[in-house]
C-alpha cells in the first residue's frame, strides 16, 4: 500500500516539476474517426430501405465516449464518391463554427482538436447546408462526456443505454417541407420506428432489460428537426434528471422532462426490487409517441447481463 502512494506522490511530483496538472497527467487523447457516407439504412423493423446520410453507414452514428478533461483528436473523411459536403458538429466541443466545423467538399478531409473540458452528454451532428436535411437524413449521434468521479447525487448506474430520438420524413429530398415541419410521418430512436418496441410492432425483435431493483441510467438526445420531446417513462418516474447530463444539474423524481431540440440530458430509473415489472419509454408527445417512439424497458430476474454494459448500450 505504502509502495503504490510512493510511486503515485512521486509520478505526482514529477508531473508538478515538468510544469504539468496532475490531472493532465490523466487524461488521454482519444482519436476519433468518421466517414460520411450516402448510403441506404433500415429506418424499420420490416426492412424499409431509407436514402440515408450517415456517419459511417449508420443511424446514428456511433457513440464516442471519453472522460472530462480528454482531448478529442478528430477526423471527417468525405469520400469522392459522395455528392455533397459534410460536416462534423460535436456540442461538447467549444471552438471555431467557421474552421472546425466547416463543411468538407467530396475528396477531402477535416481534422480537429478539442478538449472535452465540461461534463455532459452531447449531440453531434452533420452541419452542411441545408443543415436540416442532414440532420434528418441521418447526420447525427452522442458524444458523453462522463465526469472524473462518480458521487452520491450521480452514483455508478448498473445499466446504460443510448437512445437518440428523430423525425422521418420519407421525401428525403423535399428540405422545404423539412423547414415547414411538413411530411414527416414517424419517430426514429436510434434509426428505427418502434426500434425496440414488439407492444406496437409485431416484427420488433429488441427490447432495453435490466433486472428488478437495477439503477438504469439512460443517455437521451433529441435529434429532431423541430420538434420537443416530453420524455416520460410510462408506469415509471425518474429517479434522477441530470440536466444535458452535468453531475451538478440534478434534479429529483421527474415524471415527465422536457428536452429541446439539439439537447440531451441523462435520465435514471430505479424499477422495484421485489417483483419484475416493465416500462414503456416514450416521447409523451402523442403525434411521436404513436409514430414510434416507444421503448420497451423489462425489469426481469433473468435480464441479459450483457444488455446496457460495455458496447452493449446502443442496441443495433
Ligand atoms: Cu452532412
Redesign the pocket.
Known sequence: MRLIKTAVLSSIAIAMMAGVSVSAVQAKTVKVTMT?MENEVVIDNKGTKYPA?TYDGAIPGKVVRVKEGDTVDFTLVNPKTNK????MDFHAAEVDVLNEFGAVRPGHNKHFVFKAKRAGVYMYH?G?NPMVQ?IARG?YGMIIVDPKRFSRAYPKADREYVLIQSQYFPDAENYAAMLENKGWTNALINGRIFNYDPVHDANATKVLMAKPGERVRIFFANANVNMPVAFHPIAGIWDRVFVNGNPKNVLYDVQTYGVPVAAASTFDIVSPADHATNNAIVDHTMSAALRGAITVLMNRPDADPKLGTGDNILLR
Not at 455533397?84 to 460536416?87: E, I, K, L, T
Open positions: 460520411a446520410w455533397n459536403s459534410h460536416s452533420c452542411a442532414h447526420m
